[in-house]
């Protein structure tokens, strides 16, 4: 694995010790710690395994893989490599014993390859089968008595061909911790059951899919690909198309002559099926599109049609890890709805067009509206789902063609607040270090971050250091969500009063002795001020304020004060109030002040919303700041730019997207153009947000679907989703990495880069990008931060983090291990902050405060997600949480329809009562996009005072019941109200107790389904 020590930024490969073991008598170099299976494939020597996987470790629960070592027979998957291991690997003890295991794994699987959608080169039962050339049947096949289970929307559980290795149990265990599935051992035919043996729609399973990437044969498979792999599949057993019977009749037929004949011929058919369906199938890796989260995987297509999604254990972010969205939330790509033909609206109404006129309308009305009002009358908000070389391409269009800094991107709607909080305390406005920090950090302090529905990736991290490896979580939050239901301590401030404990907490730990002081003398500037900044932050004021018990802050500080590691993780719930920045500030300010940025296990870990958030404001698209946060006010490196862009560049200061509004307003902001932005519904507050684009002389809109912000547009351009095209994404611990085209452009769409370069054409420029790579070697060579980047080192799996400055050097997995911060005289910073009343305050009208944000299922509004049938089955429609006790008191129940009235508007939206939130604290999820059900209709335009971010958390209501009966907007069956069961894992040892197991090579007993 190449490694990267903080800012030295240069790759180095992990020197892993060499040593020698000896291999039925023959000397053999392997690396030390390694399992045996792993370290003797390295080896070039074969050691068959069905249960171990390399991201699981070792299960033991399939008996295959039996080694003699020191003369004892062992399972190899369990052995760790050590100098002088002598391991006995083709004895015929050994044999025996795995020759034993795999009948028995036989014996519970029926193998009718040709015809089963796992036969695709990479089944690894049907591998280790004929790798360990296992002749034929010799304990006959019996089916489980079970029915298969089809009640997921996207995957199915097959018990007849599961063969209870446990991968599955483990990745929902240990890897996931979702803590739903286990194998229960005690019935006469084992089986993997879910929860307490329900069906699983009706069980705690997120449709994370993390059990189906590691199933190794049929028995767990997305439904997409079921009946669609192979020419012969819709005959499988598993069929969802009707022929399960036929098939089956098939299948038996094959199964008489295999008693005569063996596996052999049969496994001859199915290794030429599967090497047919390799021409057909295409394997394309890309990067998810959804949070920041980057997991990286391969797509499994066949012409325009998904098969499934398969994550890899190389994938740098995520390994074999995923959501329900990035497994399963794909039905946009081929939507009915996608946008694929330009639009001009003609006399009030939308036509299609072709992208010729497009370019020539825009180019004429931008022209003309520059000419008239000057090029500030145009701003331009690029979009946080597209690719890095898209955002440069856009601030490059604003700034170098039309020529104002009217450009910004929807970082300003969550993330601003966190990267002016980090650029004011340790210089880098981006996460400190890498999700591996996360994991090996001893305490978690997640402040307004649902990080189980938000990044649920990264949040498996966590959860897994705290069941695996002790970690300790404190979370603070309005919400029981997952994290706070699992936290060793959940506190509950009061909304907008994260600032004051914080400030709290750090004043204790200073006045008592425990800063690090070492560290701050040394390497901090600015502690004077910040320690008289905290002094009326005692905890009896804090108490006061923030509704919080002074226990509560004493454990906060104990804990901080045990940990010898702690990383402050935050989201939403801090940056989206009128003082974000300060308050993610607050929390820096404690990290410094503990020692907590710097070394491995530490920091401060803003949850980036977006796939590229990061990277699009990493590229330029921010109203000041060039790719590389370089300022565009500093001449030396204007002057690059406009030699490298043959122009001068404008110094004027530009807007940012709220102030955009309300320039449009003003009347000084005559046309807009937005990429991927459904501004209209996402943006706080609005209706004035929508009325403001009514009074634009001329509107574009570049989107794939036609969103509620294209109804307001003069012109609507088609572009293409991630899977369309090529080019970078940069993820939440500035993870660069390389997503490559899976389907060609739908229609008549076309990938964002194309069109912007198309337009600035159109426009009079003379750009010749012919592929991204092009467009990031331009910006690299420009931009100090990037410089190393090179699509040579991003390729497959590769992955650089920033800053990389050597050509295709990794990058920084942190960023200050050095103690060197990011200013000129490389010491960190403490920033004072104080605190400031919220605004939109609950008084005698307005007396319920609505908190807001997302949902697992869904990604934001919906726009995407909406169009993944199986995640609409799960979630159709918004709603409000609303708790026990104001359910009672304002007589409504689940189901019943209310309406919500902010200052600003009035929503209608059916109630989830629900614990998980509590008093006169209301919670609704954002998922929605009309007007009558979206939460932005209410919220305000009040905005962080530093970075003019929405304060979308900062929002008063009152509840009207307008029906107190109507149907429940969650399913009774909805996972989050089902209980889950936790267990240390597969518990092979049950297995091993039944009366039933002998362990190999001797036989099983007569009637054993084991
Ligand atoms: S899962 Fe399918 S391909 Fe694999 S061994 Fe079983 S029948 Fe054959
Ligand atoms: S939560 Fe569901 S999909 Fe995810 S691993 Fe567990 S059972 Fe499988
Ligand atoms: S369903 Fe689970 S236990 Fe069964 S074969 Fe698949 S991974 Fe193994
Ligand atoms: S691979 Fe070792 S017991 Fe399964």
Same mark, same amino acid.
């Not at 044999?95 to 690894?124: K, Q």
């Given at each position: 694995?190449?490694?990267?020590?903080?800012?030295?930024?240069?790759?180095?490969?992990?020197?892993?010790?060499?040593?020698?073991?000896?291999?039925?008598?023959?000397?053999?170099?392997?690396?030390?710690?390694?399992?045996?299976?792993?370290?003797?494939?390295?080896?070039?020597?074969?050691?068959?395994?069905?249960?171990?996987?390399?991201?699981?470790?070792?299960?033991?629960?399939?008996?295959?893989?039996?080694?003699?070592?020191?003369?004892?027979?062992?399972?190899?998957?369990?052995?760790?490599?050590?100098?002088?291991?002598?391991?006995?690997?083709?004895?015929?003890?050994?044999?025996?014993?795995?020759?034993?295991?795999?009948?028995?794994?036989?014996?519970?699987?029926?193998?009718?390859?040709?015809?089963?959608?796992?036969?695709?080169?990479?089944?690894?039962?049907?591998?280790?089968?004929? =790798?360990?050339?296992?002749?034929?049947?010799?304990?006959?096949?019996?089916?489980?008595?079970?029915?298969?289970?089809?009640?997921?929307?996207?995957?199915?559980?097959?018990?007849?061909?599961?063969?209870?290795?446990?991968?599955?149990?483990?990745?929902?265990?240990?890897?996931?911790?979702?803590? %739903?599935?286990?194998?229960?051992?005690?019935?006469?035919?084992?089986?993997?059951?879910?929860?307490? =043996?329900?069906?699983?729609? =009706?069980?705690?399973?997120?449709?994370?899919?993390?059990?189906?990437?590691?199933?190794?044969?049929?028995?767990?498979?997305?439904?997409?690909?079921?009946?669609?792999?192979?020419?012969?599949?819709?005959?499988?057993?598993?069929?969802?198309?009707?022929?399960?019977?036929?098939?089956?009749?098939?299948?038996?037929?094959?199964?008489?002559?295999?008693?005569?004949?063996?596996?052999?011929?049969?496994?001859?058919?199915?290794?030429?099926?599967?090497?047919?369906?390799?021409?057909?199938?295409?394997?394309?890796?890309?990067?998810?599109?959804?949070?920041?989260?980057?997991?990286?995987?391969?797509?499994?297509?066949?012409?325009?049609?998904?098969?499934?999604?398969?994550?890899?254990?190389?994938?740098?972010?995520?390994?074999?890890?995923?959501?329900?969205?990035?497994?399963?939330?794909?039905?946009?790509?081929?939507?009915?709805?996608?946008?694929?033909?330009?639009?001009?609206?003609?006399?009030?109404?939308?036509?299609?067009?072709?992208?010729?006129?497009?370019?020539?309308?825009?180019?004429?009305?931008?022209?003309?509206?520059?000419?008239?009002?000057?090029?500030?009358?145009?701003?331009?908000?690029?979009?946080?789902?597209?690719?890095?070389?898209?955002?440069?391409?856009?601030?490059?269009?604003?700034?170098?063609?039309?020529?104002?800094?009217?450009?910004?991107?929807?970082?300003?709607?969550?993330?601003?607040?966190?990267?002016?909080?980090?650029?004011?305390?340790?210089?880098?406005?981006?996460?400190?270090?890498?999700?591996?920090?996360?994991?090996?950090? /001893?305490?978690?302090?997640?402040?307004?971050?649902?990080?189980?529905?938000?990044?649920?990736?990264?949040? %498996?991290?966590?959860?897994?250091?705290?069941?695996?490896?002790?970690?300790?979580?404190?979370?603070?939050?309005?919400?029981?969500?997952?994290?706070?239901?699992?936290?060793?301590?959940?506190?509950?401030? /009061?909304?907008?009063?994260?600032?004051?404990?914080?400030?709290?907490?750090?004043?204790?730990?200073?006045?008592?002795?425990?800063?690090?002081?070492?560290?701050?003398?040394?390497?901090?500037?600015?502690?004077?001020?910040?320690?008289?900044?905290?002094?009326?932050?005692?905890?009896?004021?804090?108490?006061?304020?923030?509704?919080?018990?002074?226990?509560?802050?004493?454990?906060?500080?104990?804990?901080?004060?045990?940990?010898?590691?702690?990383?402050?993780?935050?989201?939403?719930?801090?940056?989206?109030? %009128?003082?974000?920045?300060?308050?993610?500030?607050?929390?820096?300010?404690?990290?410094?002040?503990?020692?907590?940025?710097?070394?491995?296990?530490?920091?401060?870990?803003?949850?980036?919303?977006?796939?590229?958030?990061?990277?699009?404001?990493?590229?330029?698209?921010?109203?000041?700041?060039?790719?590389?946060?370089?300022?565009?006010?500093?001449?030396?490196?204007?002057?690059?730019?406009?030699?490298?862009?043959?122009?001068?560049?404008?110094?004027?200061?530009?807007?940012?997207?709220?102030?955009?509004?309300?320039?449009?307003?003003?009347?000084?902001?005559?046309?807009?153009?937005?990429?991927?932005?459904?501004?209209?519904?996402?943006?706080?507050?609005?209706?004035?947000?929508?009325?403001?684009?009514?009074?634009?002389?001329?509107?574009?809109?570049?989107?794939?679907?036609?969103?509620?912000?294209?109804?307001?547009?003069?012109?609507?351009?088609?572009?293409?989703?991630?899977?369309?095209?090529?080019?970078?994404?940069?993820?939440?611990?500035?993870?660069?990495?390389?997503?490559?085209?899976?389907?060609?452009?739908?229609?008549?769409?076309?990938?964002?880069?194309?069109?912007?370069?198309?337009?600035?054409?159109?426009?009079?420029?003379?750009?010749?990008?012919?592929?991204?790579?092009?467009?990031?070697?331009?910006?690299?060579?420009?931009?100090?931060?990037?410089?190393?980047?090179?699509?040579?080192?991003?390729?497959?799996?590769?992955?650089?983090?920033?800053?990389?400055?050597?050509?295709?050097?990794?990058?920084? /997995?942190?960023?200050?291990?050095?103690?060197?911060?990011?200013?000129?005289?490389?010491?960190?910073?403490?920033?004072?902050?104080?605190?400031?009343?919220?605004?939109?305050?609950?008084?005698?009208?307005?007396?319920?405060?609505?908190?807001?944000?997302?949902?697992?299922?869904?990604?934001?509004?919906?726009?995407?997600?909406?169009?993944?049938?199986?995640?609409?089955?799960?979630?159709?429609?918004?709603?409000?949480?609303?708790?026990?006790?104001?359910?009672? /008191?304002?007589?409504?129940?689940?189901?019943?329809?209310?309406?919500?009235?902010?200052?600003?508007?009035?929503?209608?939206?059916?109630?989830?009562?629900?614990?998980?939130?509590?008093?006169?604290?209301?919670?609704?999820?954002?998922?929605?996009?009309?007007?009558?059900?979206?939460?932005?209709?209410?919220?305000?335009?009040?905005?962080?005072?530093?970075?003019?971010?929405?304060?979308?958390?900062?929002?008063?209501?009152?509840?009207?019941?307008?029906?107190?009966?109507?149907?429940?907007?969650?399913?009774?069956?909805?996972?989050?109200?089902?209980?889950?069961?936790?267990?240390?894992?597969?518990?092979?040892?049950?297995?091993?107790?039944?009366?039933?197991?002998?362990?190999?090579?001797?036989?099983?007993?007569?009637?054993?389904?084991?």
């Amino acid at each position: 694995m190449a490694q990267t020590s903080g800012n030295q930024e240069t790759q180095m490969d992990d020197v892993a010790e060499r040593i020698e073991i000896t291999v039925d008598g023959r000397a053999v170099e392997v690396e030390t710690g390694q399992l045996l299976p792993d370290a003797l494939e390295a080896a070039g020597l074969y050691l068959p395994h069905l249960c171990y996987h390399p991201s699981l470790g070792p299960l033991q629960t399939c008996d295959t893989c039996f080694v003699e070592v020191d003369g004892n027979l062992v399972r190899g998957c369990g052995v760790t490599v050590k100098p002088g291991l002598e391991v006995g690997l083709d004895t015929d003890t050994a044999e025996r014993a795995r020759r034993e295991g795999i009948d028995r794994v036989v014996s519970n699987h029926d193998l009718y390859c040709s015809v089963c959608d796992n036969n695709n080169g990479n089944c690894d039962v049907h591998n280790t089968v004929r =790798d360990m050339q296992v002749p034929g049947q010799r304990y006959e096949f019996r089916g489980k008595p079970y029915e298969k289970d089809y009640s997921n929307p996207f995957y199915i559980y097959d018990p007849d061909q599961c063969i209870l290795c446990g991968r599955c149990v483990e990745a929902c265990q240990n890897l996931q911790v979702n803590e %739903t599935l286990s194998i229960d051992w005690d019935r006469d035919r084992p089986r993997v059951i879910w929860d307490d =043996d329900v069906a699983i729609e =009706d069980s705690s399973c997120v449709s994370c899919g993390h059990c189906v990437t590691v199933c190794p044969c049929n028995a767990l498979m997305e439904k997409t690909a079921i009946g669609r792999m192979g020419p012969m599949t819709a005959l499988s057993p598993q069929s969802l198309s009707g022929y399960r019977e036929l098939g089956r009749a098939a299948i038996d037929l094959v199964k008489t002559a295999e008693h005569t004949t063996g596996f052999g011929p049969i496994f001859a058919v199915s290794e030429v099926d599967a090497a047919m369906r390799e021409t057909e199938l295409k394997r394309t890796k890309t990067v998810c599109t959804y949070c920041g989260v980057g997991c990286s995987f391969e797509m499994w297509t066949r012409g325009r049609e998904l098969l499934k999604v398969q994550p890899q254990p190389e994938a740098p972010a995520n390994g074999v890890s995923t959501c329900i969205k990035g497994k399963f939330g794909w039905g946009h790509i081929n939507s009915e709805h996608r946008l694929t033909k330009p639009l001009i609206r003609d006399n009030g109404a939308f036509r299609e067009a072709e992208w010729d006129e497009a370019y020539a309308l825009i180019a004429r009305r931008f022209g003309e509206i520059r000419g008239e009002s000057g090029p500030d009358s145009l701003a331009f908000i690029a979009s946080s789902k597209c690719t890095n070389e898209e955002a440069y391409l856009m601030q490059k269009l604003a700034r170098a063609v039309i020529g104002t800094n009217n450009i910004d991107n929807c970082s300003r709607y969550c993330q601003a607040p966190a990267t002016e909080s980090l650029w004011r305390t340790v210089g880098f406005g981006a996460d400190t270090g890498s999700i591996a920090d996360l994991e090996a950090a /001893e305490l978690l302090l997640i402040v307004g971050s649902n990080t189980a529905e938000s990044h649920p990736v990264i949040a %498996t991290r966590m959860k897994r250091a705290a069941k695996l490896h002790g970690q300790k979580h404190i979370v603070a939050d309005l919400r029981v969500n997952e994290m706070a239901e699992r936290a060793d301590l959940h506190i509950r401030p /009061e909304p907008g009063t994260d600032l004051i404990w914080l400030n709290a907490v750090a004043k204790y730990i200073l006045d008592n002795g425990h800063a690090d002081m070492d560290f701050i003398n040394d390497h901090v500037d600015c502690f004077e001020d910040y320690r008289d900044s905290l002094a009326k932050f005692t905890f009896e004021f804090a108490a006061e304020r923030t509704g919080l018990s002074q226990d509560e802050l004493q454990a906060i500080a104990d804990n901080i004060i045990a940990a010898k590691t702690v990383c402050g993780v935050w989201a939403m719930g801090v940056t989206q109030h %009128t003082m974000g920045a300060d308050t993610a500030t607050a929390l820096c300010n404690l990290l410094v002040l503990t020692g907590n940025v710097e070394r491995f296990g530490t920091g401060g870990y803003p949850m980036r919303g977006h796939n590229n958030v990061q990277g699009t404001s990493d590229f330029g698209c921010m109203p000041d700041r060039l790719p590389g946060y370089d300022f565009i006010t500093d001449d030396g490196i204007r002057r690059q730019y406009e030699q490298a862009w043959g122009v001068d560049l404008t110094t004027r200061k530009g807007l940012n997207n709220h102030e955009m509004v309300n320039t449009i307003h003003d009347g000084d902001l005559r046309s807009l153009y937005v990429i991927g932005e459904d501004m209209g519904i996402v943006d706080s507050d609005a209706l004035h947000v929508q009325s403001a684009f009514e009074k634009l002389d001329f509107f574009v809109v570049q989107d794939i679907f036609f969103t509620r912000t294209c109804e307001f547009a003069d012109v609507v351009l088609p572009a293409s989703p991630s899977v369309e095209k090529e080019g970078t994404f940069t993820n939440t611990e500035r993870r660069i990495q390389r997503l490559y085209e899976v389907f060609p452009p739908l229609g008549d769409s076309r990938p964002d880069w194309r069109i912007i370069t198309e337009l600035a054409n159109a426009l009079g420029a003379d750009w010749r990008y012919d592929h991204p790579s092009e467009i990031m070697a331009e910006s690299t060579s420009l931009c100090d931060l990037m410089s190393g980047v090179t699509y040579e080192r991003l390729a497959g799996f590769g992955s650089q983090q920033w800053p990389v400055r050597e050509k295709g050097a990794s990058g920084a /997995e942190r960023l200050y291990n050095d103690s060197t911060f990011h200013f000129k005289d490389g010491n960190a910073r403490f920033h004072p902050v104080d605190w400031t009343e919220p605004t939109d305050q609950v008084d005698a009208e307005y007396d319920l405060h609505l908190n807001n944000g997302r949902l697992l299922e869904h990604f934001h509004e919906g726009n995407l997600t909406d169009e993944t049938p199986g995640i609409v089955f799960k979630i159709s429609q918004a709603f409000v949480e609303v708790s026990p006790d104001l359910a009672a /008191e304002r007589g409504v129940q689940p189901g019943s329809i209310v309406r919500l009235v902010s200052r600003r508007g009035a929503i209608k939206v059916a109630v989830e009562v629900t614990d998980r939130v509590s008093g006169h604290q209301l919670y609704m999820p954002m998922h929605g996009r009309a007007n009558s059900e979206a939460i932005n209709v209410l919220t305000s335009f009040e905005a962080d005072k530093d970075t003019d971010t929405p304060a979308y958390k900062e929002l008063a209501v009152r509840m009207e019941v307008l029906s107190a009966d109507g149907t429940p907007p969650l399913k009774a069956n909805n996972q989050r109200n089902q209980p889950r069961h936790p267990t240390s894992g597969v518990e092979v040892g049950r297995k091993w107790d039944r009366d039933d197991y002998r362990r190999p090579p001797k036989p099983r007993p007569t009637g054993s389904g084991l």
